[in-house]
């Protein structure tokens, strides 16, 4: 496994991995740090009290992604609601879940949804 490879010299237990992937839920899920477009793997882990690596390896070993899959995987499920209970353009929610940009909105879109966000709606609205 190259992840435990990458890792071996960690301090970081499997006990703390959960807690910290605990408290990122809890941050994403109650506090919606996603929402800050400049948020950052540094800005995340002073946030919950952690260091970023720490962080990288939770991402890596427990939940199988990395930071800017993660964060924006929140900011899609986020935009998911918005494009079917609101009438907001796609760009206004897209900045409004934390995306820079509608480029960057619309790759992230289709990677996790397989869909363009319009498709998506279309798609949703019409089952």
Not at 48 to 60: A, D, F, G
Not at 72 to 87: H, P, T
Not at 95 to 120: D, I, R
């Amino acid at each position: 496994n190259v992840s435990s490879e990458k890792y071996k010299r960690s301090a970081l237990t499997a006990e703390m991995a959960e807690n910290i992937a605990q408290k990122m839920e809890t941050a994403m899920a109650s506090e919606h740090l996603y929402l800050d477009a400049n948020l950052s793997l540094p800005k995340l882990a002073k946030h919950i009290h952690t260091s970023p690596n720490y962080i990288s390896q939770t991402l890596n070993e427990i939940l199988a992604t990395n930071f800017f899959d993660y964060v924006n995987y929140k900011r899609i499920v986020d935009a998911q609601k918005l494009l079917l209970e609101s009438e907001l353009t796609v760009l206004d929610i897209a900045m409004q879940v934390g995306f820079n940009s509608k480029s960057a909105f619309y790759s992230a879109f289709k990677k996790h949804t397989q869909l363009t966000p319009s498709a998506y709606k279309k798609r949703t609205l019409n089952k």
